[in-house]
């Protein structure tokens, strides 16, 4: 009997609370093909027979009873013939992680970027871990000049991407905890990424391009409504801040009351500096 996810958990939450339950695709499925629930009025009604038959179900097509129970790989799912490869497995992105590694300022990775599992990344020895926010930003960094002129006088450099719906924030928070080396965040210049940067266990600092190349593109590119929007989330924490760096960006974003995406630091360069910095930051 080959199950999809959504009849696997109508399956799990009857095994878990044997409420009665309204008309559904997956009710009449289960009613008429395994005999399961007595149909009442509007809704299927179950006993604790019928629970026990979930039961028995589950435990022969090797399912796990509970969606919090341990899931296999969609791989070993080839120990149940007939069963979809999808139904009770792990999402093939589970516990993965994206990264670059530089050394001296040169990638050793492959172009673009790799996936391993955490604990193949936690295996690295990187005298520097750097949290990118953003995903096209991790795949793009060697484009990011002034990112690569900051590497190049550290050994080893282990770039993760923070995390998003494919490879998960968790996953990426759990790996980046395993190291004790220095680490530099590389966020949004905006309270919500400041913020990121101050919740890193070991943060050395967040990392901006110089400031007179930080101020122009700050100035030139107005995204006033990155400061606005996030301040009142973000500033009550900021403003109690005691990391001198973080600290010191906060009271220039407080001046400037501006923002800027990480994306948008790609192409700074000195030709940037058109507008001088004293200019720039009344």
């Keep these: 009997m080959n199950l999809t996810p959504i009849e696997l958990r109508f399956l799990q939450r009857l095994l878990a609370d044997r409420r009665d339950r309204p008309h559904s695709a997956s009710a009449e499925r289960f009613y008429v093909d395994r005999k399961i629930g007595t149909p009442?009025?509007?809704?299927?009604?179950?006993?604790?027979?019928?629970?026990?038959r979930?039961?028995?179900?589950?435990?022969?097509?090797?399912?796990?009873?509970?969606?919090?129970?341990?899931l296999i790989d969609r791989a070993d799912a080839v120990?149940?013939?007939?069963i979809s490869?999808?139904?009770?497995t792990v999402n093939p992105h589970a516990n993965t992680v994206a990264f670059k590694v530089f050394a001296g300022g040169s990638p050793t990775t492959r172009p673009g970027y790799q996936v391993a599992s955490v604990e193949e990344v936690a295996g690295?020895?990187?005298?520097?871990?750097?949290?990118?926010?953003?995903?096209?930003?991790l795949r793009q960094l060697e484009r990011y000049q002034w990112v690569i002129d900051r590497l190049t006088s550290v050994k080893t450099a282990l770039t993760i991407f923070k995390g998003d719906n494919i490879y998960r924030l968790d996953d990426a928070q759990n790996c980046i905890s395993l190291f004790d080396c220095p680490v530099w965040g590389f966020h949004d210049f905006d309270p919500a990424?400041?913020?990121?940067?101050?919740?890193i266990r070991n943060i050395e600092e967040h990392l901006v391009p110089p400031q007179g190349l930080l101020a122009a593109a700050v100035v030139a590119q107005k995204r006033s409504d990155l400061y606005f929007n996030q301040y009142n989330q973000y500033a009550g924490a900021l403003d109690l801040c005691d990391?001198?760096?973080?600290?010191?960006?906060?009271?220039?974003?407080k001046r400037?009351?501006?923002?800027?995406p990480q994306e948008w630091m790609r192409d700074l360069s000195l030709t940037t500096t058109n507008t001088s910095q004293d200019s720039s930051t009344t």
């Design 79 to 82: 120990l149940r013939p007939g």
């Design 40 to 52: 009442i009025g509007r809704k299927f009604v179950y006993s604790q027979e019928d629970v026990e």
């Design 193 to 199: 990424g400041l913020h990121m940067s101050l919740s």
């Design 124 to 137: 690295l020895t990187p005298d520097l871990v750097m949290v990118v926010e953003n995903f096209e930003t």
């Design 243 to 253: 990391h001198p760096q973080i600290a010191a960006l906060w009271s220039l974003m």
């Design 256 to 260: 400037w009351q501006k923002g800027l």
């Design 54 to 70: 979930v039961r028995s179900l589950l435990e022969a097509l090797r399912l796990p009873l509970a969606a919090s129970d341990q």
């Design 85 to 88: 490869e999808k139904s009770g």
